[in-house]
């Protein structure tokens, strides 16, 4: 019996400091990074704040995000904060696909572009990706 109370309060202490497996209703931010040329940055911003604020902001579990640009890598960088894992991923492709498209168009009208002269977003994706919030022990 002696050998078995240890052992028990190992495991105990073991499970404990293991990894916990993502809950789909934590928080949870999307990262997104974009080719932004230092000359085009106030455009990118314009597009973001006329067509994807506004969308975002009628999602349910939007919470907010901030932007960022990096001038070393001419890059945007996009932390999207999300209630929920869940509710972000209820969003549909095609919903997020017609907010694109706005976006792209308000991009090349801005830059005197036409629609037809690059098939490509005018500030194409690098990266996407997602970041799960950690709480230090005791923070709750």
């Known amino acids: 019996m002696t050998r078995i109370i240890p052992l028990l309060v190992a495991i105990l202490v ?4 293991a990894p916990q497996p993502v809950m789909s209703s934590d928080a949870v931010i999307e990262l997104l990074r974009l080719e932004v040329p230092a000359t085009q940055r106030q455009v990118w911003l314009a597009a973001e704040q006329r067509t ?9 579990g939007f919470l ?11 890059q945007g960088v996009l932390l999207i904060r999300w209630n929920s894992h869940d509710q972000w991923k209820a969003i549909t492709p095609e919903a997020v696909e017609q ?7 308000t991009v090349r009208s801005a830059l005197g572009q036409s629609e037809s002269s690059e098939p490509r977003s ?3 994706l690098v990266m996407e990706g997602e970041l ?9």
């Not at 073991?14 to 400091?17: E, F, H, I, Q, V």
């Not at 994807?52 to 999602?59: R, V």
């Open 14 to 17: 073991a499970s404990s400091l």
């Open 52 to 60: 994807w604020q506004p969308w975002l902001e009628d999602q349910d």
């Open 64 to 74: 907010g995000r901030d932007l960022y640009w990096d001038p070393q890598l001419q």
């Open 99 to 105: 907010v694109q498209q706005r976006f792209d168009a």
């Open 122 to 124: 005018p500030f194409p």
């Open 132 to 140: 799960i919030v950690q709480r230090l022990p005791g923070d709750d």
